[in-house]
Structure formats: C-alpha cells, structure tokens
C-alpha cells in the first residue's frame, strides 16, 4: 500500500510536468489588495462538518472573504494526497492537507509549501465494536482496517499505529476504504472490517446515529503531530493574496468556536447537500456536536476563544515530530528540509483582524 501512495505521488509529478504548473484562479501575485478568484480543494468527497463549514461556509457568508476582495469557490477531492495534486496542478489554489501528505509531496519535488496550522491536536484514533477482543496493538495481526480511502490521512495513521505494535503494516494487515459516515459504520457493524481508523468528528457523527464505539489508546508516539495545514502553491507566491484567505478563515474559525450552532447553521445555508433532505432542527443538535467535536481539534487544547493565541504557528519541535511520525507511516523516506514544507511568513499579516469584534458578532449572530 506504501506503493500505491508513491504512485500517488509520482502521478502528482507527472501531472505538474505536462500542466506546466499553472496557478489556479488567483491571477498572478498582482498588487496588494487587488481582488481575486481562489478555489479551495476540500480534501474529502463528502461536506461535513469541519473545515468546510468551520472555516469557508462562516467566511463566506459573513463577507469575510469579500472583506478581503477575494471571491472563493470550492471542489472536492478524494483525499489529502488528491487535494494536493489539485493545487499542485492549478486547478485548486489552497487546500487543508494532511501535514505527513505534504511532506510526502514535498519530497516528491511536487511545489506545494504548507502556510498556517489548523488542526492541531492530534485527531485520529482508532475505533472497534464495544464487544470486540481487540484491546490495543497486540491484537491487529490478520485484522482488516477501514480506512477513509488510500488516499487521506487515515491510511498513514492506521499504518504507524500498526508500527508502533511491533508489526508490518504491509503483511500483517489489511486496509480497506470504507469511507466515513453510514458507509463506514456500516463495514464496522456487518463485519467487512474489524476496526476504523478515523478522526474524532467522523466518530461522533456515527455514534449519534446510534453505533457504539471502543477506542483503543494511541501510543505515545503518535502525541505532538500535526494533523492538517493550510497548503498552497510554492510556484506562484500570491503572498498577499494567500495573506487574505488566512485571515478570513482564521476570523471564520474563531467565529465557530465561539458559536458552533451559528456557524452549523450557516453551514447549510452554504452547503444544503449537509442535511440530505431533512430539516435544520431535526440535524442541528448532533451536527453542531459533530463540528464542536472537530473544532476541539482544530483550536488550542486549553482556555477559550476569547484567549486563544495567534492563529495558525507550528512549532519546529512539532514539525520535527511531525516528520518522524511520516516516515514512520512510510510516507517519506528521510528528512525533508523544513525551509521546503513550511513557510510562516504569512501569519503575521493572517493574524491582524479585530478579535474582539468577531467574537461580538459570533454572540450577537441571529441566523437568518
């Protein structure tokens, strides 16, 4: 399956060479402050509640983006690894990426750069039956795990964890995309796989349709990584104009941690695909959970939003972990030079809004 990532990759490559590296909608690096088109490449095939609501649908409907000229559209990809190649390739401009995807990339020679944290606390964990026997590592030789598909953060995370037991993540297991949602609560409960390795906020959207879940420990290795980042082009700069959409998320995202049902219910005004047919009230209260459960993760581990600090750093002590835990999951096969992943230059300016009145509109907000 390492194989088949490598593929992956090597394809993104391949791609770059014959689109001759085109810089998706945002027209050149322009002067500051002109308008411009981006496209966010959702790394998902599925809109839920999480960086799609918590971050876009809030901006966007709260004019943050138009605050800042920019005119945002979006597109979903199968994955980090597809998300990247979308920006890779131009027809995206910025994605949220699993941060071991974008080192992987990186050392590919694929330019993309990772510009802003936004998930922070590590969110992936692995899930079985409440009546399962599997209590923790010793017990996953000649298990199936589903994964959200062989190309999205899950497969590498289900890998190192079956690293760190000691095992070979190649022979010893299977993995199977199952998907998130019904479709992989689904593969769990009729026994097409024995396990799901999935992120906090997809566990509490099947555990409020009314599947049980046992999770088993993380090891301490997998503490301290980063989970998704802000990632663009390292080909076309557009400094200012990626300066912008930064701020305008991270003004969205501090929004919804201060009122996470205001910003589900701008969620589906945005995106009504959300509610597959049924009414606001009869979701709101299990998806509001399900975005503050992936909020939880994307936003400091302790005190509030009021005191949150600045938006969007990584430490180099969390790159550094970051980076093992990559190439534990097979996903690199050495250090990648951190001046090549990661650039900060652009949270300074990402970080100047006006704090104190997002969080007065966030608890003055009425939907409408």
């Known amino acids: 399956m390492r194989h088949g990532l490598r593929v992956l990759v090597g394809a993104m490559a391949a791609t770059l060479v014959l689109t001759g590296c085109n810089s998706g909608d945002s027209g050149g690096d322009g002067a500051v402050g002109e308008p411009a088109k981006l496209t966010f490449a959702i790394a998902s095939a599925v809109i839920g509640p999480?960086?799609?609501?918590?971050?876009?649908?809030?901006?966007?409907?709260?004019g943050y983006y138009a605050e800042e000229k920019l005119t945002v559209e979006t597109i979903n990809t199968d994955g980090s690894v597809a998300a990247l190649q979308a920006v890779a390739s131009g027809s995206g401009s910025v994605t949220a990426a699993d941060s071991g995807s974008i080192l992987g990339a990186v050392e590919k020679n694929v330019p993309v750069k990772a510009v802003g944290g936004l998930v922070q606390n590590w969110p992936w964990v692995i899930a079985v039956k409440p009546d399962s026997t599997i209590t923790g590592g010793a017990d996953l030789k000649g298990k199936k795990i589903g994964v959200i598909s062989l190309a999205s953060g899950s497969a590498p995370y289900a890998r190192a964890f079956v690293r760190a037991a000691g095992l070979d993540p190649e022979k010893d297991v299977e993995l199977l995309p199952v998907g998130v949602g019904a479709p992989a609560a689904a593969a769990l409960n009729g026994g097409q796989v024995d396990m799901l390795a999935l992120y906090t906020q997809a566990y509490t959207v099947i555990e409020n349709a009314g599947?049980?879940?046992?999770?088993?420990?993380?090891?301490?290795?997998?503490?301290?990584?980063?989970?998704?980042?802000?990632?663009?082009?390292?080909?076309?700069?557009?400094?200012?104009?990626?300066?912008?959409?930064?701020?305008?998320?991270?003004?969205a995202m501090l929004f919804s941690a201060k009122n996470p049902e205001a910003a589900m219910r701008i969620g589906y005004k945005v995106f009504p695909q959300i509610l597959a047919g049924q009414s606001v009230e009869s979701r709101l209260a299990a998806d509001t959970a399900s975005l503050q459960a992936w909020l939880k993760t994307a936003t400091p581990a302790t005190g509030t939003p009021e005191d949150f600090p600045a938006w969007g750093a990584i430490s180099d002590q969390e790159w550094a972990k970051t980076q093992a835990y990559t190439k534990e999951a097979g996903q690199i096969t050495g250090e990648v030079e951190l001046s090549k992943v990661w650039?900060?230059?652009?949270?300074?300016?990402?970080?100047?809004?006006?704090?104190?009145?997002?969080?007065?509109?966030?608890?003055s907000y009425t939907a409408k």
Do not use: C, H, M
């Open 50 to 62: 999480k960086e799609e609501v918590a971050a876009f649908a809030v901006a966007k409907e709260l």
């Open 211 to 251: 599947t049980t879940l046992k999770y088993l420990p993380n090891p301490d290795s997998l503490t301290g990584i980063r989970s998704l980042s802000w990632a663009v082009s390292s080909r076309n700069e557009n400094s200012d104009v990626n300066t912008r959409f930064l701020r305008a998320s991270y003004k």
């Open 343 to 363: 650039d900060p230059s652009l949270l300074a300016g990402a970080n100047e809004f006006d704090k104190a009145a997002v969080l007065q509109q966030a608890t």
